[in-house]
């Protein structure tokens, strides 16, 4: 059996670290998309699609919080059923 550090629990560390690395990449993504935006002259198809683009990207973020949302459960309900055995 594998031993674990205190306070850790399977491969936590690198799903928390795989999620913020997401996160980072994202926000970045949405900055220079909005700054793409704002540098094009308003009525372009240029300026038109990067807005389609932010709009459909500022969704994603509540996405992400759902994503975690069910894997923790599924973290915790695993560690549960797994002491069990």
Not at 12 to 22: D, E, L, T, W, Y
Request: avoid cysteine.
């Amino acid at each position: 059996m594998k031993m674990l550090r205190k306070g850790q629990v399977g491969n936590i560390q690198g799903f928390v670290m795989a999620i913020v690395g997401v996160a980072v990449v994202l926000a970045v993504g949405l900055i220079v998309l909005g700054q793409l935006k704002d540098s094009t002259t308003a009525g372009t198809a240029e300026y038109n699609a990067t807005g389609a683009i932010v709009t459909k990207l500022a969704t994603v973020p509540t996405w992400i919080g759902i994503l975690i949302t069910v894997a923790l459960a599924f973290i915790v309900l695993g560690y549960f059923y797994g002491g069990r055995n």
